[in-house]
Structures are given as structure tokens and as C-alpha cells.
């Protein structure tokens, strides 16, 4: 079973910065994809992110692009996502989220697609 725990987060103004961690246990991430999803109330989950553990390759969400960086740190098993120039519509809980195999490119932004996700971390950004 693998468990995925963020931390990070919190509330910051708006241009400010704040980075997310996720953390998994029980598997390693390997040659797998490594995601990150946000939520607002009265609103789909909406895809910021993703990374390849093989070779680092990235896509981002439109509306994050150039703002959000998403990176791994292989030694911890973890991957990251910085979030610079936040906005206030950034504001909702962040998830971080893994397949149970291999992901192909095209179903990178689906949520159908991930089988583990992590609890979620609230994502303040006031104007």
C-alpha cells in the first residue's frame, strides 16, 4: 500500500511564495509519475502539475505555468512543487497523487488516472 503525505502550504500574499512537499512510503515513485491536483469549494479537482521519475520530464496546468515549479528530490523520495507570483485565485487544498503503474502522457491530467492520493494541504493567498 503506498501512503503519500504532504506538507507545506499555508497562506501568504498575493505575489508571495509557498512551496508543497510529498513524501511516499511503502513504494518508491521510480519509473512512475508523481502529480499535484487542487481543489476549491464548488469546483472540480483541477490538475497544477506533473513530473517523471525516469528522466524529470514536466507538464504543468495552464493556468500555473511559469508561476509553479515542480521537481523531485530522489533521495527523499519526495516531489515538490514551489508556487511563486501566487495569486488569489491559487487559493484551494493542494493534493499530491500517484499511479499504481505507468501513466501515459495523455492521461497525465486526469484524475480518473491517479490510484493514491495524499490528504491534502490548504493553500491561502489573500489580496
Known amino acids: 500500500q503506498v501512503h503519500l503525505v504532504e506538507s507545506g502550504g499555508g497562506w501568504v500574499q498575493a505575489g508571495g511564495s509557498l512551496r508543497l512537499s510529498c513524501a511516499a512510503s511503502?513504494?518508491?515513485?521510480?519509473?512512475?509519475?508523481m502529480a499535484w491536483f487542487r481543489q476549491s469549494p464548488g469546483k472540480e479537482r483541477e490538475f497544477v502539475a506533473a513530473?517523471?521519475?525516469?528522466?524529470?520530464?514536466?507538464l504543468y496546468g495552464d493556468s500555473v505555468q511559469g508561476r509553479f515549479n515542480i521537481f523531485r528530490e530522489e533521495d527523499k523520495n519526495s516531489g515538490n512543487l514551489q508556487m511563486n507570483s501566487l495569486k488569489p485565485e491559487d487559493t484551494a487544498v493542494y493534493y499530491c497523487?500517484?499511479?499504481?503503474?505507468?501513466?501515459?502522457?495523455?492521461?497525465?491530467?486526469?484524475?480518473?488516472?491517479?490510484?493514491?492520493w495524499g490528504q491534502g494541504r490548504q493553500v491561502t493567498v489573500s489580496s
Open positions: 497523487a500517484a499511479p499504481r503503474g505507468i501513466l501515459l502522457g495523455s492521461r497525465w491530467k486526469s484524475p480518473a488516472a491517479y490510484d493514491y
Open positions: 513530473i517523471r521519475w525516469t528522466d524529470g520530464s514536466t
Open positions: 511503502g513504494r518508491a515513485f521510480s519509473s512512475y509519475v
